[in-house]
């Protein structure tokens, strides 16, 4: 069972960034970071496939945020820059561990908040 651990959110004052990290105790074909603000749905806002580097976006953080991964480390990142108050949710990461084309492994979770 893949185990995920995401780190560095914090606050920050809108217009600014950050940069999201999970760890991964293992490899994964597929790896999203989703978010999901209270009283809101969830929302998967970046998605990247290992093996060939691709990546998806939501329509909501395009041009803003950016998904990459370190296979050596087996750690996703998701750099957020310009932050707006909107963007304040718990970012969490997930994995399609088995390669079935669904997320099976979920982490706990990071908190990112943006003032005005």
């Known amino acids: 069972q893949v185990l995920l651990v995401e780190s560095g959110g914090g606050l920050v004052q809108a217009g600014g960034s950050l940069r999201l990290s999970c760890a991964a105790s293992?490899?994964?074909?597929?790896m999203g970071w989703f978010r999901q603000a209270p009283g809101k749905e969830r929302e998967l806002v970046a998605t990247?496939?290992?093996?060939?580097?691709?990546?998806r976006y939501a329509d909501s953080v395009k041009g803003r945020f950016t998904i990459s991964g370190d296979q050596a480390k087996n750690t996703v990142y998701l750099q957020v820059n310009s932050l707006k108050p909107e963007d304040t949710a718990l970012y969490y990461c997930?994995?399609?561990?088995?390669?079935?084309?669904?997320?099976?492994?979920w982490g706990q979770g990071t908190q990112v908040t943006v003032s005005s």
């Open positions: 990247i496939w290992w093996s060939s580097g691709y990546t």
């Open positions: 997930a994995a399609d561990s088995r390669g079935l084309g669904r997320y099976d492994v």
């Open positions: 293992g490899r994964s074909a597929v």
